[in-house]
């Protein structure tokens, strides 16, 4: 009872007379008492006479434990308190004990302490506040604290050992020290350029920006003062350096229009036309980029004619596309220009129409000039272009890409030893001779062979008799005329007929390489690896370019080639799927 009503001392002497086993337990329930109240002398005597040395009664005698050397603390008994928490299991004991010790300003004790319970950041901050920075140094790998990790590199920056410095700071994430540390003491600004690329640092990039200009290195000075958002000191470096084109490519995309101009008019001062032009088109004015842009002496590459034809697209304005259009068509100057930018502008303007007949005289001038890998990639863009505007595709271009595409597919079929179809493709682009000026006598030449060789002697009598006009039998190569001299003196007119298959529209039956029914009139989708005319239950599209082909033909050439036969993007056969029911394409047919 005495116990229950916490009268300690009768509750002592009664156990004392009456159950002395009891007095530990009062003693310790007493201790704590009294160490709440703040006698830590008594409350030490009582811990003291509160263990039991019972195995039984561990956790009590732990208690005790933590008593004695919390209150040896308190008493000044460092040195005893000390040993007594680090003997103890308790990681909370220790913290306490730290943070009493830490109270009384014995850091060295409390440190070890806190670092014996493995409160390491606390062990770390109370060993720098008594400038132990070798305990520092071996707690920091476990250690997240920035605070810590920069108090440290700045002790380590004071004793000149810059190199463990930049790791701290880096470590605490203070990337504007650690880009100090590399520029002003590690001379090694590699190093300080790679951060400032990492964190985009805009103070880092203005310390670069410094170090670079004391070099003399303008270019790189120009390149971080952009970066570091210091526009105005960068363009007046850059002037007074002409060092403008640097700057201008530096400053890219993300520039204001207000920069844009004072480059253009730096450019303008300078009489740099292109680079003028090309930065009043940045910043909106295209009247004044247009005047710049055909200043511009014509080359090549037609860079300045493109860079034209790109502000007049993003201008919309007819009475600039009218200015270019008149240059375009050597109105000023007596000299008519590539009709490639003719075609380039009207696709800018998106004037489909008078692009695709544009496209047409392009192609048509570099079929003449026997270009004819051009002259089909021109066709084909055209086609895909007015196919995804919805707008009508011109029969001429149609016809056009399809004699060009049975041409390329010629060089396909010989490779691959199926002189057949090559011979097929052959007499359709001989029968079509005068698109082919530049190689009138090589396509007869080689129709010819290929006709003989697949068993199409009427064919080959044919075309070898065209070649004994006399505007052709001249330029005969030598090696094969007296060949195709023989074929014309002793006539074969034996021929291989050829396969006849279902038109996809009424199911008539005509000649497999026919691209016109006789039954319903209609003009009939060809296939784009063999040029044969489409069948209805043997259809697949390239998913590249939706163009049509035999489904079967098409995973046979994958099986060698990789791209496809039309828009030469790459292709496997494992991508194609065979298309069960083909009319929508038939409608898509019919519409163009």
């Not at 007095?23 to 830590?40: H, M, N, R, V």
């Not at 004695?68 to 308190?81: L, T, V």
């Not at 060949?483 to 014309?488: R, S």
Request: charged content about 25%; glycine content about 6%.
């Amino acid at each position: 009872m005495r116990r229950d009503l916490q009268h300690w001392d009768s509750a002592l002497q009664l156990a004392k007379r009456l159950a002395p086993e009891q007095i530990p337990f009062i003693s310790k329930e007493y201790a704590i008492q009294l160490e709440f109240t703040g006698d830590y002398v008594n409350a030490l005597a009582h811990y003291e006479k509160g263990m039991t040395g019972d195995n039984k009664y561990l956790d009590h005698d732990e208690n005790c434990s933590a008593g004695i050397a919390r209150m040896s603390i308190r008493m000044g008994d460092i040195r005893r308190g000390v040993n007594q928490a680090i003997r103890h299991n308790s990681r909370v004991l220790k913290k306490d004990c730290g943070a009493l010790l830490e109270s009384m300003k014995q850091f060295s004790e409390a440190a070890q302490l806190y670092e014996k319970g493995q409160y390491y950041e606390k062990a770390a901050s109370v060993y720098i506040r008594c400038k132990n920075w070798a305990k520092v140094g071996e707690l920091l790998p476990h250690v997240s604290s920035p605070k810590i990790h920069l108090q440290y590199a700045k002790a380590k920056e004071a004793d000149g050992r810059y190199k463990e410095a930049a790791t701290a700071y880096e470590n605490a994430k203070d990337w504007d020290n650690v880009i100090r540390i590399h520029l002003d003491h590690l001379s090694n600004p590699e190093e300080a350029v790679r951060i400032i690329r990492e964190t985009q640092s805009i103070d880092g990039a203005k310390m670069v920006a410094r170090f670079f200009l004391h070099l003399g290195d303008y270019g790189s000075a120009i390149q971080f003062l952009v970066m570091s958002k210091c526009n105005d000191e960068a363009f007046r470096l850059a002037q007074q350096h002409n060092q403008m084109e640097i700057y201008a490519d530096i400053i890219g995309s993300g520039a204001s229009n207000e920069d844009y101009q004072s480059i253009a008019l730096y450019f303008e001062g300078e009489k740099k036309h292109f680079l003028a032009g090309k930065f009043f088109m940045l910043c909106g004015q295209y009247t004044r980029a247009l005047k710049h842009f055909l200043k511009c002496p014509v080359c090549e590459d037609g860079q300045a004619i493109e860079m034209a034809i790109e502000a007049v697209g993003q201008a919309k304005d007819e009475i600039l596309t009218n200015q270019l259009i008149d240059y375009l068509m050597g109105e000023g100057d007596g000299m008519p220009k590539d009709a490639k930018y003719l075609f380039r502008l009207y696709m800018a303007l998106k004037h489909y129409r008078e692009a695709a007949r544009t496209a047409i005289i392009i192609a048509r001038e570099e079929q003449c000039a026997g270009n004819y890998r051009n002259a089909h990639d021109v066709l084909f863009s055209m086609y895909t272009e007015l196919k995804a505007q919805k707008i009508k595709i011109p029969s001429e271009m149609v016809t056009n890409l399809m004699i060009l595409h049975s041409y390329i597919l010629v060089k396909t079929h010989v490779k691959r030893g199926d002189h057949m179809k090559g011979a097929r493709m052959l007499i359709r682009v001989a029968n079509n001779i005068s698109k082919f000026p530049s190689h009138i006598v090589p396509i007869l030449t080689s129709t010819v062979i290929e006709c003989h060789r697949a068993g199409l002697r009427n064919s080959a009598f044919s075309f070898a008799a065209m070649l004994m006009r006399p505007e052709y039998r001249n330029k005969i190569d030598a090696k094969y005329k007296k060949k195709i001299e023989a074929m014309v003196r002793r006539p074969d007119a034996s021929e291989v007929e050829e396969l006849i298959t279902p038109c996809p529209y009424c199911a008539f039956q005509l000649p497999e390489c026919e691209l016109l029914c006789p039954g319903c009139k209609n003009n009939l989708p060809y296939c784009i690896v063999t040029g044969r005319h489409m069948v209805k239950d043997d259809w697949t599209v390239c998913p590249h370019c939706d163009f049509p082909g035999l489904y079967s033909e098409f995973k046979i050439i994958l099986a060698t080639e990789k791209t496809c036969p039309m828009c030469a993007e790459k292709l496997s056969a494992e991508q194609l799927s065979k298309i069960v029911e083909p009319a929508p394409y038939f409608l898509h047919e019919d519409a163009d």
